[in-house]
């Protein structure tokens, strides 16, 4: 008899000649107690392998504690997702985000800005390439990161909103690593000593507005970043009408990033809440921006923005 916690996974993950690292559950039925099929020390053959592909109603699990791991064998095969065109693109994207998460949200917490960052290119590195390879689509995205206001997950999703709307722009390359590694640092500012600010009150209303500040000195002094991740950190909170802060810039005085980065954090606080059942779906949210007539946003931009998302939602 099983007393673990299972946390269920899809059975493509499994490759042959591979191991696992942590034992393997299968139940062919509902409510049929799962039993295991992999032992943590054994390489998956090609008969387990194709037992794993032959059944359709096939759920496979492994031990939840032993999700770490899971996250690092992903880790290690992540090329292989990002190419291999015989899984849907959905799944490899989900897949793909279920490797970055987990490490993002340790390097997020850290103290040491100097590693926070180098994990923030290497991400950016990999969510450029997702965007050339795979087919990702923003409700994909918010299903496969879900929903919520933890800090590291909504930076991740910025991030690689930042990199679908710059792609649509025409930017490619070192740019869109630049717009990625932006969405991801760009609320770094609201952590300190891998603490976020989560306390009500005046004091903490202040340092949420200051947070942009904070940000960008804690980015200024590395040479790892370039002059558009530190304006996304810093002006990100800018309106091109002066009502924003954190010095309320007007106008082409605000960084393209950080316009950028403007809508789609926008759009990320629409679909995420502390309460799921009070967000907004994505077409709700499309349809609340595409009816602000306020001169906060960039308004060419914020049109790509919106045919963008339209077609993901009519893709999707």
């Known amino acids: 008899m099983i007393s673990l916690t299972l946390h269920e996974i899809h059975p493509a993950t499994i490759l042959p000649q591979s191991l696992m690292g942590f034992n393997v559950y299968l139940s062919n039925g509902e409510g049929e107690r799962p039993v295991k099929f992999l032992s943590s020390e054994k390489m998956v053959d090609e008969t387990d392998y194709d037992q794993l592909r032959e059944n359709a109603n096939l759920k496979v699990f492994i031990d939840a504690t032993s999700l770490a791991e899971y996250r690092e064998y992903l880790v290690a095969h992540s090329s292989k997702w990002l190419t291999d065109e015989r899984l849907p693109s959905r799944l490899r994207t989900a897949l793909l985000l279920e490797c970055l998460v987990a490490k993002w949200q340790s390097a997020f917490s850290s103290s040491s800005t100097d590693t926070t960052i180098d994990v923030a290119k290497e991400i950016s590195e990999r969510l450029v390439l997702s965007i050339e390879f795979l087919d990702v689509r923003i409700p994909d995205v918010i299903q496969a990161l879900d929903m919520g206001i933890d800090l590291a997950r909504h930076s991740l999703r910025t991030a690689i909103y930042c990199g679908l709307l710059g792609n649509s ?10 717009l990625c590694m932006g969405g991801l640092l760009h609320d770094i500012g609201k952590q300190s000593n891998g603490e976020s600010f989560k306390s009500a009150g005046p004091e903490n209303d202040r340092s949420m507005r200051a947070h942009p ?8 002094n590395s040479r790892n970043v370039t002059t558009t991740v530190l304006m996304m950190c810093y002006q990100h909170h800018e309106n091109l009408d002066g009502s924003g802060f954190p010095v309320r810039l007007i106008g082409d005085e605000i960084h393209f990033g950080a316009k950028i980065c403007a809508i789609v954090n926008r ?32 308004q060419e931009i914020m049109k790509t923005w919106l045919k963008l998302l339209k077609s993901h939602l009519k893709n999707s």
């Open 169 to 178: 722009m025409g930017y490619d390359g070192t740019v869109l690593n630049e």
């Open 213 to 220: 500040l904070f940000g960008f000195r804690r980015l200024c």
């Open 267 to 298: 759009f990320d606080h629409l679909t995420s809440s502390e309460n799921p059942r009070m967000a907004y779906t994505c077409g709700s949210a499309g349809r609340i921006m595409e009816q602000d007539r306020s001169n906060r946003f960039d």
